[in-house]
């Protein structure tokens, strides 16, 4: 069955497989869905008589396959443990193919993947990898083109009901040309994320006002966000009797600093061109590319913005931030470490938390929770930069999608490909939402189940619901191999965070990089098809006086601190998102 009729329901379609030519020594297909449904998928936006039909569906679809062992692969996200520890053993349950979800680390998974692509050997038969590569995939041509295998060797394999209009982040897996090669299975942002309490507080409010001159609430520019961070640790300072901090951030020279810059921080700032999901030419990496998709630079000498003075402003401020206002050992933390920091307490803000970590922001012992479990802390959209401006995203959101090559074997692929759409089928996915708190359908989005869980989340259902949350998106098609391209980041911009050399010099170390090995891809000629044709290299000052992006450095960097009141802010949100 063709995508483009993938919104008719299965029981509108007249498809009821209780009935069809099951195996005279399969299991009995409907009593293990009936009892799938009533032990593990009680929530869902089917009734239950259409969940069990779609489960009745896949046990016939996987009938050519049964008994194969198939693995596929995730990163460490309490998402994909869910799908290993529930949905890999109940699929195996009700199909007969045995499942194995391997889960390891984020760049275990790169490395497999880039090791399968490149040698054509099968490591794994399907792989969840972030949205990132999209610019990889759609280039290299090894990886499936789901448009077109769903409808021609996936036609029969394709679920009825998969509705690819209900997922939230299908446009990011989505290439130049219209095709969708990556199928969402989890995805979160990064946010704004505050302590809601003390910013009500009167006293606090009453002294930042006297200080600043305007409100204390949700900043909606850097400059109040650097003002707040200020009165947090400087002029508050202690808050019954403990140390606070008005800003969190990690700095140790790791892979997942790179993180930290390429996962849109340039773009908060305003480095790049409008444009979503993605700007165009210029995108958050500083990529330029031409009218055919071709990447023609990073650096501002070759029409990038890579090393561009809003750039250099966002890493200025980064390192800034961390040595003024951030907690003293964050300087020497990772990713990982610095994650659970704001539950500890004594942190007033943090403007990029990764909503991920919101399923381990809730426990009620935390001291960022109230007696009754409700938390003291809300999130909001991140606060742009100066150079930011209206059409542009706003921030990065991480998007895992099942992803194909054409180097596993037709059937083992094919078997995959029924369990990666398990795994985000309607029958499931809500269970798999409450779970993990990493949504993938608009239909779970706005369930009931989300209303009543939305007060303990802190604002992200909300978020999830309001139109801006599109505004956020992941790295971009002009990002020819991120595999190759992503460790550049950290390499590069670390001995800036560590004081040893200026953001610019970082900065333009990292853009004479990126142009480099986008050159000596070219030349290799390993791409099918997108490949870099490199600008000649010209007087910077030349491209900055043009308009877009790049763009020439702002005369005032840091204008009037601006903030919102947040529940305003959640009340034209919620306004702007009702169904």
């Known amino acids: 069955m063709k995508a483009t009729t993938m919104r008719l329901s299965l029981l509108a379609a007249g498809v009821t497989l209780a009935s069809g030519a099951l195996h005279a020594d399969n299991h009995d297909a409907r009593a293990i869905a009936e009892r799938l449904v009533d032990e593990h998928f009680q929530n869902s936006t089917l009734t239950r008589e259409e969940q069990i039909e779609e489960l009745l569906w896949f046990a016939e679809a996987a009938e050519p396959f ?3 062992e198939i693995n596929t692969v995730a990163e460490g996200l309490t998402t994909h443990i869910y799908e290993r520890d529930v949905l890999a053993e109940a699929f195996s349950e009700l199909t007969g193919i045995d499942i194995t979800h391997n889960i390891i680390g984020e760049g275990d998974v790169v490395n497999n993947m880039q090791t399968q692509m490149q040698s054509g050997r099968n490591i794994y038969d399907g792989y969840v990898n972030d949205s990132d590569a999209i610019g990889t995939h759609i280039r290299y041509g090894t990886t499936i083109n789901l448009s077109e295998a769903m409808a021609n060797e996936w036609a029969d394999y394709t679920l009825p009901t998969l509705d690819l209009d209900d997922f939230i982040g299908l446009q990011y897996g989505t290439g130049p040309d219209g095709s969708v090669y990556q199928l969402p299975t989890q995805q979160f942002a990064n946010l704004y994320w505050f302590r809601y309490d003390w910013f009500q507080r009167e006293d606090f409010q009453q002294q930042f006002r006297d200080i600043y001159g305007y409100d204390l609430g949700v900043p909606t520019n850097w400059t109040a966000y650097e003002d707040i961070a200020e009165f947090f640790s400087e002029h508050v300072g202690e808050i019954d009797g403990e140390t606070v901090y008005g800003h969190m ?4 020279r790791d892979p997942s600093l790179g993180w930290r810059f390429h996962d849109s921080w340039l773009s908060m700032a305003g480095m790049g061109s409008p444009g979503v999901p993605f700007g165009n030419p210029v995108d958050d990496w500083g990529i330029r590319v031409n009218e055919a998709s071709e990447p023609v630079g990073a650096s501002v000498s070759r029409g990038g913005a890579t090393n561009a003075p809003a750039s250099v402003f966002a890493v200025t401020k980064m390192v800034e931030w961390l040595d003024k206002y951030a907690p003293p050992e964050a300087r020497g933390m990772t990713f990982g470490e610095a994650g659970p920091v704001p539950a500890q307490g004594n942190v007033a803000q943090q403007i990029f938390w990764y909503t991920a970590f919101t399923a381990d922001m809730t426990d009620p012992s935390l001291p960022v929770t109230d007696d009754e479990g409700n938390p003291k802390w809300r999130m909001a959209p991140s606060p742009t930069g100066p150079y ?3 059409g542009m995203k706003v921030g990065y959101q991480d998007v895992g999608a099942w992803t194909f090559f054409d180097s596993t074997p037709e059937d083992r692929r094919t078997a995959a490909w029924l369990f990666a759409q398990f795994t985000v089928s309607k029958t499931v996915s809500l269970e798999k939402l409450m779970a993990g708190l990493t949504p993938i359908r608009e239909s779970d989005v706005f369930s009931e189940q989300m209303t009543e869980m939305a007060p303990k989340l802190g604002g992200l259902v909300e978020f999830y619901r309001s139109p801006n949350e599109s505004n956020w998106t992941p790295s971009s098609t002009n990002v020819p191999d991120y595999p190759r391209m992503a460790p550049l980041w950290w390499q590069n911009l670390a001995p800036a965070v560590s004081g040893d050399i200026s953001p610019q010099e970082a900065l333009d170390n990292l853009a004479g990089d990126l142009d480099s090995i986008m050159a000596r891809l070219a030349r290799a000629g390993v791409f ?6 490199l600008n000649e290299e010209r007087d910077p000052q030349e491209w900055l006086d043009e308009p877009g992006a790049p763009k020439a450095k ?17 009340e034209a949100w919620m306004a702007a998102g009702t169904r």
Request: no cysteine; aromatic share 12%; net charge negative.
């Open 388 to 390: 930011w401006e209206e």
């Open 528 to 533: 099918a098809v997108y490949a870099p044709n």
């Open 249 to 252: 951030d990690y700095g140790r």
């Open 554 to 570: 702002l005369a005032d960097e840091r204008p009037q601190g601006e903030t919102v009141p947040y529940d305003e802010m959640m």
């Open 66 to 68: 049964r008994d194969m």
